[in-house]
């Protein structure tokens, strides 16, 4: 059973334009929610993330959405840059145990120039 | 800054063989963990330990033991290599006041033959 769910395996836009990149999840328990980036090869990089007392955090061009009435976040990258094509991963974890991340199965973001 | 070093980069082993993947973190945290990533499966959560002498098992953690001794290394052991294992491997560290923000190592690759 998928707790952590990004439906949309890839995501193509073009460069200036808006990424919105989804994700769902199912168990009530999840408390914080962070976004990772990934490129081939290395290791993902914590992006951004929300608390769920918050339904918007911003950091530059990147903002996260959450609502969690729909269980559902969605990230937001504008404008989107070339060097945005990666691999973002969806993840979550539960209140006293934020030691343990529970991730999607990643989105592949290309943004063609 | 080092971060979270992981060893080796490649591996390729034969059914049966056991082999230690080595991860050492640098930022005196007290959370690490393994996940591995296989394609279309996100990452998935193998042991973690909330501190040295304390480990615990993930969502994967069959064929695989862990043990820490000290706060900086976070050893993964693969008793008798199964094909299935074949994977990207990444270590991660956090700490508790971080909210669960982990820093990844760049991964091993392994290949089981």
């Known amino acids: 059973d998928q707790q952590v769910k990004q439906n949309s395996p890839s995501l193509s836009v073009q460069e200036g334009r808006i990424s919105i990149l989804n994700c769902d999840y199912t168990?009530?328990?999840?408390?914080?929610f962070l976004w990772y980036k990934k490129y081939p090869a290395e290791g993902p990089t914590f992006l951004i993330s929300?608390?769920?007392?918050?339904d918007k955090n911003e950091d530059g061009r990147f903002t996260v959405f959450l609502n969690k009435s729909a269980k559902h976040l969605s990230l937001h990258i504008v404008p989107s840059q070339p060097g945005d094509s990666a691999v973002y991963f969806c993840?979550?974890?539960?209140?006293?145990?934020?030691?343990?991340?529970?991730f999607g199965k990643g989105t592949l973001l290309t943004v063609n120039p | 800054n080092a971060g979270v070093t992981q060893t080796p980069k490649f591996q390729v082993l034969k059914t049966g063989q056991s082999m230690t993947l080595q991860c050492a973190q640098d930022?005196?945290?007290?959370?690490m963990s393994w996940y591995r990533q296989d394609p279309g499966m996100g990452l998935r959560l193998i042991h973690y330990?909330?501190?040295?002498?304390?480990?615990d098992q993930g969502e994967v953690p069959n064929g695989y033991n862990v043990s820490r001794s000290t706060t900086e290394d976070f050893p993964l052991r693969l008793l008798s290599a199964a094909p299935s294992q074949t994977s990207v491997y990444f270590c991660?560290?956090?700490?508790?006041?971080?909210?669960?923000?982990?820093?990844f190592g760049q991964g091993t690759r392994l290949t089981v033959v």
């Open positions: 991660a560290s956090s700490a508790p006041a971080g909210q669960g923000v982990a820093f």
């Open positions: 168990n009530s328990m999840f408390d914080y």
């Open positions: 929300i608390s769920s007392i918050k």
């Open positions: 993840a979550a974890s539960a209140q006293g145990s934020n030691y343990k991340l529970t």
């Open positions: 930022m005196n945290h007290e959370y």
């Open positions: 330990s909330v501190g040295a002498g304390i480990t």
